[in-house]
């Protein structure tokens, strides 16, 4: 008999629903831009760069939503800042198009390229007449 057979043997692929919980709710920090409880779970261990189910970070979230001092919190903690999502979407070109300016320029200054992803930041910016932005 195949031990993998046997129902009392435990699955080991199924994930801890408290850990589950921790994810969305630190997924939430960044969309609402809790940036100090986010911190505090990140210099306690949590990777930077968890991800939801779309591939956005917690970088993206925060970008998206207009979070600068998140951002920022997140990228001198190493988040990557040209990460993709699942579309191809940078947190650059997020924020470009929610015309989130201060976001814009703490990503820049973390050295961010307005050429990753499509569309790009700049193809985002062209497109909304908001070259200033990446200027």
């Known amino acids: 008999m195949d031990p993998s057979d046997d129902a009392t043997t435990p699955d080991h692929t199924a994930l801890d629903p408290r850990a ?3 994810a969305q709710d630190l997924l939430d920090d960044a969309r609402e831009g809790r940036t100090e409880r986010l911190v505090q779970h990140l210099d306690a261990g949590v990777p930077v760069e968890l991800t939801d189910a779309s591939g956005n970070t917690l ?3 925060a970008a998206y939503h ?3 001092v998140t951002v920022a919190a997140l990228t001198a903690r ?3 800042v040209d990460a ?5 979407q940078s947190p650059l070109a997020g924020a470009v198009f929610k015309g989130e300016d201060a976001v814009v320029r703490v990503l ?3 050295g961010a390229d307005p050429d ?3 569309p790009t930041a700049r193809e ?3 497109m909304f007449g908001r070259e200033d932005l990446l200027a």
């Open 66 to 68: 207009g979070h600068a």
């Open 84 to 88: 993709l999502n699942d579309r191809g």
């Open 59 to 61: 970088l993206m979230l």
């Open 78 to 80: 190493g988040a990557v």
């Open 20 to 22: 589950v919980a921790l």
């Open 124 to 126: 985002t910016a062209a």
């Open 108 to 110: 820049l200054e973390a």
């Open 116 to 118: 990753a992803g499509h």
